[in-house]
Nanobody, 116 residues
Framework: QVQLVESGGGLVQPGGSLRLSCAASGSDFSFYAMGWYRQAPGKQRELVATITNGGRQNYADSVKGRFTISRDNAKNTVALQMNSLKPEDTAVYYC??????????WGQGTQVTVSS
């Protein structure tokens, strides 16, 4: 199982950009499908973007064309580039790792606030 640590959150104005990073420790990172989820106050956690160990990406409709997920298996990292941010993107963002027959791993979360 991997341990995940997110970084890169913060306060940004509408229309701005942020880049989130997730560092994974442990073995076999390349075997994991990675993802970003978010949870806004009073709402359920929702999927933002995922990337398979083969690099196939999937996005929530609400972020398509604005967010890009990427991974670097040599560095055990996954990133989320967020552009054209909107106030409704405000949430705690969580990194997730999935592998067949293993329990999911979650990071501690990083706050993203989009406000003028």
């Amino acid at each position: 199982q991997v341990q995940l640590v997110e970084s890169g959150g913060g306060l940004v104005q509408p229309g701005g950009s942020l880049r989130l990073s997730c560092a994974a420790s442990g073995s076999d990172f390349s075997f994991y499908a990675m993802g970003w989820y978010r949870q806004a106050p009073g709402k359920q956690r929702e999927l933002v973007a995922t990337i398979t160990n083969g690099g196939r990406q999937n996005y929530a409709d609400s972020v398509k064309g604005r967010f890009t997920i990427s991974r670097d298996n040599a560095k055990n990292t996954v990133a989320l580039q967020m552009n054209s941010l909107k106030p409704e993107d405000t949430a705690v963002y969580y990194c997730n790792a999935k592998r067949a027959l293993w329990p999911d791993s979650w990071g501690q979360g990083t706050q993203v606030t989009v406000s003028s």
